[in-house]
């Protein structure tokens, strides 16, 4: 493979990864996978959450396709820019939002102010349904989704 065939196949996967996190937030966290995912909607004292399986659960599956990569190269890449989303997410989602292993920046504009909100709006449906904002890296105009929530709220 070339430098930019590699490169274009990292960027792909970290954009269809967006995708996949915001269906998989949706429809199996929010649905029949609640049971792991209800401890990060619920206040807790200790570092780990049993949601943390999810990010175990696919690292399992990454270490399987770099494991395949061995063998075949594109997989190799592929395995590589779901690491690559990975470790954005832990970076955006672990740390910035939710403020894990010590990181205390709040940002106050732009982009990653954008991010904390939305995020921060998905909190603030406490229950399985009726949240807002699955995504991570691609964030709604939070008046937007306050607007919907108010819209819910008042139903
Ligand atoms: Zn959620
Ligand atoms: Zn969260």
Known sequence: MTWYEKLLLVAAMVVFMEC?????????????????????????????????????????????????????????WIAFGITVYGAIYAFVHDMLVHQRFGMRWVPRRGYFKRLHQAHRLHHAVKGKDGGVSFGFLFAP???????????RASR
Do not use: C, Q
């Open 20 to 76: 996949f996190a915001w269906a998989t937030h949706k429809y199996v966290m929010h649905g029949w996978g609640w049971g792991w995912h209800r401890s990060h909607h619920e206040p807790h004292d200790g570092a780990l959450e049993k949601n943390d399986l999810y990010a175990v659960t696919f690292a399992a599956i990454v270490i399987g396709l770099f494991v395949v990569g061995i063998y075949l190269e594109p997989v190799w």
């Open 141 to 151: 105009d939070p008046v937007k989704l306050k607007r919907r929530l108010g819209e």
